[in-house]
C-alpha cells in the first residue's frame, strides 16, 4: 500500500507499468505492518478536527503508534526487501547501498503516515475511527496481515494499490474429499 502510494508519485509512468505483477501476502503486510506508527499518527492528525479530541483515535493515536513500534521494527527487514526488489524491477538496476540502509528507513517511516494520511477522506474519519478503535487489541503484525489481505479483497478489478501495488492472490486451499 505505502510503497505503492510512494512510488506512483514518484516514479514516470514508464517506469510503473514495468512493475512486478504482484508482491505476496506477506510482502504486502510487512510493508502495512512498517508503516502503522506513522500511519496511525497521520490519520490522527488528519482526523483531528472531524473527530473532536473525545474520539478514540484522538485519545489514542500516540500509544498506539508507540505499541506498533517494535512490529514495524520487526517488518522493516522484509519490507526493505520488498522496496529494493521494487527499485530493481522498476529501474532496472539494484538500489544503491546508500538507499539499501536504515537512512532510507528514516526517511520513509515520517513520510509514509503523511502520504497515506492525505489519502483519507476526512468524510471517512468517523468509520477509520471505529475501525481503529475495534482493531487496537490487534497485535500490529496482525493488523497488517489484515490489512493486506483486505486490500486483496477490494482490489476486486485487479488493478492494485494505487495502479502501482499488486498483491498476489493466495492460491485456493482445497480439501481432498474422502
Known amino acids: ?17 514495468q512493475a512486478p505483477r504482484c508482491i505476496s501476502q ?9 508503516a502503522l506508527p ?3 499518527q497521520g490519520v490522527a492528525r488528519r482526523c483531528a478536527n472531524s473527530l473532536g479530541p473525545n474520539a478514540y483515535l484522538s485519545i ?21 526487501r520488498t522496496m529494493a526488489g521494487f527499485f530493481s524491477q522498476l529501474l532496472g538496476q539494484p538500489m544503491p547501498e546508500e538507499m539499501n540502509s536504515d537512512v532510507l528507513r528514516m526517511l520513509l517511516e515520517p513520510m509514509l503516515g503523511k502520504l497515506l494520511a492525505k489519502a483519507v477522506n476526512i468524510g471517512d ?12 487489541p490487534l497485535p500490529g503484525h496482525n ?21 502501482v501495488l499488486h498483491i498476489c492472490r493466495p492460491e ?3 480439501e481432498p474429499r474422502p
Request: one cysteine or more; aromatic letters at 4%; glycine letters at 6%.
Open 60 to 80: 489514542n493515536a500516540e500509544a498506539l503508534a508507540r505499541r506498533y513500534q517494535p512490529d514495524a521494527d520487526a517488518a522493516w527487514p522484509l519490507a526493505r
Open 172 to 174: 485456493p486451499h482445497i
Open 26 to 34: 506477506g510482502q504486502a503486510a510487512s510493508l502495512v505492518t512498517f
Open 125 to 136: 474519519c468517523g468509520t477509520i475511527n471505529a475501525a481503529i478503535t475495534q482493531a487496537a
Open 38 to 40: 506513522s500511519l496511525v
Open 143 to 163: 493488523l497488517g496481515e489484515l490489512a493486506a489481505m483486505a486490500a486483496t479483497i477490494a482490489d476486486k478489478k485487479d488493478k492494485g494499490i494505487a495502479g
Open 1 to 17: 500500500m505505502c510503497v505503492g502510494l510512494l512510488l506512483s508519485l514518484t516514479l514516470p509512468t514508464a517506469s510503473i507499468a
